[in-house]
């Protein structure tokens, strides 16, 4: 079975610090997503991505986020100068079609602002 | 503004007996509509997808949709021990030719008692 693949698992980060979280969707697929859980509460969505452009985002999504698909095969989520309020784990997605069933989670990456 | 409604349990079910989850959705625009299940830590693994009202099989699952009254369940039916993880409502509204992110629910925690 085919699956996403994110990288690192955890990150700890210094409040203000730049940190890159890195995604491979699931090859055939050409649409990909970032979505957050903080500790204890839902899943957020934050940005969804087809053809080498944001699709939509949420209001999370704000200037300190950017995304980008950098080679034919990763997919980055970028938060520019971390928050406390950032620490949360991230989940990246994929999936063949827009509202397509089949949206395949990535196993996350546990962030930590300090 | 989108809400995902779900009563956050936890609910306790005894194995092999019916377990039922309810979702309540806000958004009338919405068009697919989702059960994802998902374990302390892991990330979300879907379950159930459905697009038209009724009900929906898949194996020990049943979902059902009721648009007019916008409520989503999730039937499992001999329910098991290992059903026990929170359970995520989620919804999605296609504005045409994107990709659209998922608003979820806060999720029922579920307990299946041996």
């Known amino acids: 079975e085919p699956e996403v693949t994110q990288t690192p698992s955890h990150q700890v980060t210094q409040m203000g610090q730049e940190v890159i979280l890195r995604c491979v969707p699931i090859s055939n697929h050409l649409y990909f997503y970032w979505y957050r859980q903080i500790l204890g509460q839902k899943v957020e969505f934050l940005v969804s991505?087809?053809?080498?452009?944001?699709?939509?985002k949420s209001e999370i999504f704000d200037d300190q986020f950017s995304v980008e698909r950098p080679d034919g095969s990763n997919f980055t989520l970028k938060i520019r100068s971390t928050k406390l309020e950032d620490s949360a784990m991230y989940f990246c997605a994929s999936s063949e079609k827009a509202g397509g069933p089949r949206k395949y989670f990535g196993p996350g990456t546990r962030l930590l602002v300090l | 503004q989108k809400e995902v409604e779900q009563n956050s349990g936890p609910l306790s079910v005894p194995e092999g007996a019916i377990a039922s989850l309810n979702c309540t959705y806000s958004d009338r625009g919405s068009q697919s509509f989702f059960w994802y299940r998902q374990y302390s830590g892991k990330s979300p693994e879907l379950i159930m997808f459905?697009?038209?009202?009724g009900d929906k099989e898949d194996g020990r699952f049943t979902a059902q949709l009721n648009k007019a009254s916008q409520y989503v369940s999730l039937l499992i039916r001999d329910s098991q021990p290992s059903d026990s993880a929170t359970y995520l409502c989620?919804?999605?509204?296609?504005?045409?030719?994107?990709?659209?992110?998922?608003?979820f629910g806060k999720g029922t925690h579920l307990i299946i008692q041996p």
């Open positions: 459905i697009y038209s009202n």
């Open positions: 991505f087809y053809n080498n452009e944001i699709s939509e």
């Open positions: 989620a919804v999605v509204q296609l504005s045409g030719g994107g990709a659209d992110g998922l608003t």
